[in-house]
């Protein structure tokens, strides 16, 4: 499959646990962000997103956190499986911009 | 199936060798872009779209050219290739720029 990233930080969590992956965002400007799930051989997958008037909103499994004081963005993905290995990443966007990708986790599911 | 497709998934190239990638989307978008993903860097924009006839840079723009001469339709050129765009590179699509973005599957070039 295809190496979308040879340094990052890696998470590694057992089977059925809860993983939390957290982005630092870099614009206080930023309004909207999305969680994407990129799998070994396949380009980047929406997850979840969430608009800066909200601080929490949740998916199925998924919920993403926004902390505007601090520019931090997480997701929590409840009950981890096999499948959820993968690396995530966050996007920003600003009014007018484009969206900016953080560099990404890799979430590693053990058996 | 709402789709972006590009072509070729792989494609290994010599320096100088002009090569087009293709970006095909389905669902009507307006808005299209072109990424470059390498290790550690995440994903850098080259091009996007914001409409048929309009196109402007992103992030890394040099050493390619695009062009949207039909809503579906976004091709990456690489008129002169050199071994700095040896990359993995993405197209994108979505209904806006306020929207999510629709990912195809990446076409992985090597420039020798």
């Known amino acids: 499959g295809e190496s979308v990233g040879l340094h990052l930080p890696t998470l590694s969590v057992q089977e059925g646990d809860n993983s939390i992956i957290n982005c630092a965002y870099s614009?206080?400007?930023?309004?909207?962000f999305i969680w994407y799930k990129q799998e070994s051989g396949k380009g980047p997958q929406f997850i979840i997103d969430?608009?800066?008037?909200?601080d929490k909103r949740q998916g199925q499994r998924v919920t993403v956190l926004l902390n505007k004081t601090v520019k931090h963005l997480s997701l929590q993905i409840a009950a981890t499986q096999p499948g959820d290995s993968a690396v995530y990443f966050c996007?920003?966007?600003?009014?007018?911009?484009?969206?900016?990708f953080g560099p990404g986790t890799r979430l590693s599911v053990l058996p | 199936e709402a789709q972006v497709t590009q072509n070729p998934r792989y494609l290994i190239t010599v320096t100088g060798k002009k090569l087009t990638v293709t970006c095909s989307q389905n669902?009507?978008?307006?808005?299209m872009s072109w990424y470059r993903q390498d290790p550690g860097l995440g994903l850098r924009q080259i091009y996007y779209?914001?409409?048929?006839?309009?196109?402007d840079k992103g992030d890394v723009p040099e050493g390619y050219k695009v062009s949207r001469k039909e809503k579906r339709n976004f091709p990456l050129i690489l008129e002169s290739p050199s071994p700095n765009q040896t990359s993995l590179y993405f197209c994108?699509?979505?209904?806006?720029?306020?929207?999510?973005?629709?990912f195809g599957n990446g076409t992985r070039l090597t420039v020798t």
């Open positions: 969430i608009r800066s008037n909200m």
């Open positions: 994108a699509s979505s209904f806006s720029l306020n929207s999510p973005l629709h």
């Open positions: 669902m009507n978008h307006e808005y």
């Open positions: 779209s914001m409409n048929v006839e309009v196109t």
């Open positions: 996007a920003e966007l600003g009014y007018g911009q484009n969206f900016v």
């Open positions: 614009n206080s400007a930023s309004d909207y």
